[in-house]
């Protein structure tokens, strides 16, 4: 079997008292993209930016692209490239001179770089606006010049800190296309941090939830979904939901039963059997309790998060629904 592209082993990092990261075990394949999912302040930004050597383990230990992130860290930042949440831009150049200092920084010749920008062009949507001050870049064509810096020395490995946060729906799918792109095209191995399982959902081979600094779960978007059953019926109630809980767990094809504020979700062997023994079961449960709503779907990743933190995704994040707080590409 091939070495892992990133591996690491009981990895830990403390900031005084504070366990950010508690022993976390991982491995991506060469050309994976790997999807690191987790609300705020779970613990992946302390991972990515161990795994690019930004900071030491506390414990445990890492490699990239074969070297030890402690021990070879040089070695390490020749191979990845990195796009963290915090784009680190000088608003008074333009976008070709960073682009060019980038080049020089990790020694490439000018005429290396230079071919290097031309390919930039073709893989990264940012056309003529390169030409242009950074000041005048708006939110989405900011986080491409930072992708587009990330790639001037063609890394093996590419981290991407939460790329589309902050993003409107249109910049979000245009960098879903250029990180596939770069995944298909030059076989890149991509671990990405994200808040949103949709894009965890769209872009991941292998998706891995952590969760107050452990991972809780690990897997293919689809086999990740498959294993909290086939199909869901949610039942929104008015009343106790754990008397709905135990009105549903005798009731035949029912596999497990969540419940989170006042929706009570049965995980199903088969949805379209199942429904009309959950409403009877919900109707005759007694103690005041009423179903304000009752529906049938197909598990989602949130519904994953849900069963293995206790709590749904976006419900942990205060303010930070995407398409709210949206930046509008001019
Ligand atoms: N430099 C630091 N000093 C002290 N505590 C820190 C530091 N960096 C992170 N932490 C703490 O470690 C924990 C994990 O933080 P981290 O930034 O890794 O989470 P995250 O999942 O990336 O969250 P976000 O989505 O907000 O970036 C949090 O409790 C955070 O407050």
Not at 224 to 243: F, Q
Request: some cysteine.
């Amino acid at each position: 079997m091939t070495e892992p592209e990133i591996q690491a082993q009981g990895l830990k990092r403390s900031f005084g008292t504070t366990l950010a990261v508690d022993g976390v075990d991982l491995s991506v394949a060469r050309g994976e993209i790997y999807g690191f999912l987790g609300p705020n302040g779970a613990g992946k930004s302390t991972v990515t930016r161990v795994l690019c050597t930004l900071i030491s383990p506390t414990g445990g230990r890492a490699t990239v692209a074969g070297y030890d992130v402690e021990t070879d860290a040089d070695k390490v930042r020749l191979r990845i490239g990195v796009a963290l949440q915090e784009a680190a831009l000088d608003p008074k150049q333009t976008g070709l001179e960073m682009l060019r200092l980038q080049g020089r920084f990790y020694g490439l010749s000018k005429a290396d770089t230079e071919r290097r920008l031309a390919d930039l062009r073709e893989l990264i949507d940012i056309g003529s606006a390169l030409e242009d001050r950074v000041s005048t870049y708006s939110g989405g064509m900011k986080r491409r010049l930072d992708l587009a810096l990330a790639l001037v020395h063609n890394p093996r490995v590419l981290f991407l800190d939460e790329p589309t946060t902050g993003l409107d729906p249109t910049s979000r799918a245009r960098v879903w296309d250029e990180v596939r792109r770069l995944n298909t095209e030059l076989g890149m191995t991509v671990f990405l941090t994200t808040q949103y399982l949709e894009e965890a959902d769209e872009l991941a081979d292998r998706v891995g939830i952590i969760d107050h600094g452990r991972i809780v779960a690990e897997g293919t978007p689809d086999e990740l979904k498959r294993s909290i059953g086939t199909d869901l019926v949610i039942a929104v109630v008015d009343g106790d939901p754990e008397i709905a809980r135990t009105a549903l767990l005798p009731v035949a094809g029912v596999e497990r039963v969540d419940v989170n504020g006042n929706e009570v979700t049965a995980a199903v062997s088969n949805g379209p059997e199942a429904i009309s023994p959950v409403a009877i079961a919900l109707a005759g449960a007694g103690g005041g309790l009423r179903v304000r709503e009752l529906s049938l779907r197909t598990p989602t990743l949130d519904d994953v998060f849900l069963s293995v933190t206790g709590a749904r995704l976006a419900d942990r994040e205060s303010g930070t629904d995407g398409d709210e707080q949206a930046e509008v590409e001019s």
